[in-house]
T-cell receptor, first 114, second 114 residues
């Protein structure tokens, strides 16, 4: 399977703990995006990378959130000092240089903060 | 400010009939529009897209229509099949210079009855 993969699929944590999610994009895709989806809403943009450079961060991404894509391949999203409001589905997507608007999504990581 | 809106939260249709999903947007700078399908506990699956310079794009049972003057697009599924039952999201893409980040509508839940 050469699609976008995310790990873990589910994460339950206690408020105040740190969590880290991983995304492996489609191998030839140079753009990687993170979105967050809460119940009953569409996904909302968080941040994106072109190769290893993080080019934009949404105002939704507070200082507790940090994302990296160190070698331009996989990416990690870390949330420090989690809050109950962070509970959501975190989605990763990737796209190619040729068709940058067509983003292919991974299965997501469901985060529950107790 | 909700730049992309799907005003119908749900739609029920008989198998074999046409499903019509609607989407409105406000930002005239969007240059691509996309439809995604989402099953529970999975990431969105890309269905079809349309460039802002076109008014129709067809792919098998799926056709997307774009009315730029009305800032409105629609997705037609014909004939509808029970496997089409899912949540459908309309999304709009900014320019490549703006990162092609997607702005999503709130989704329409489609139920196809056998």
């Amino acid at each position: 399977d050469t699609g976008v993969s995310q790990d873990p699929r589910h994460k339950i944590t206690k408020r105040g703990q740190n969590v880290t999610f991983r995304c492996d994009p489609i191998s030839e895709h140079n753009r990687l995006y993170w979105y967050r989806q809460t119940l009953g809403q569409g996904p909302e943009f968080l941040t994106y990378f072109q190769n290893e450079a993080q080019l934009e961060k949404s105002r939704l991404l507070s200082d507790r959130f940090s994302a990296e894509r160190p070698k331009g391949s996989f990416s990690t999203l870390e949330i420090q000092r989690t809050e109950q409001g962070d509970s959501a589905m975190y989605l990763c997507a990737s796209s190619s240089e040729d068709l940058p608007h067509e983003q292919f999504f991974g299965p997501g990581t469901r985060l529950t903060v107790l | 400010d909700q730049q992309v809106k799907q005003n119908s939260p749900s739609l029920s249709v008989q198998e074999g009939r046409i499903s019509i999903l609607n989407c409105d947007y406000t930002n005239s700078m969007f240059d691509y529009f996309l439809w995604y399908k989402k099953y529970p506990a999975e990431g969105p699956t890309f269905l079809i897209s349309i460039s802002s310079i076109k008014d129709k794009n067809e792919d098998g049972r799926f056709t997307v229509f774009l009315n730029k003057s009305a800032k409105h697009l629609s997705l037609h599924i014909v004939p509808s099949q029970p496997g089409d039952s899912a949540v459908y999201f309309c999304a709009a893409s900014g320019s490549k210079a703006a990162g092609n980040k997607l702005t999503f509508g709130g989704g329409t839940r489609v139920l196809v009855k056998p």
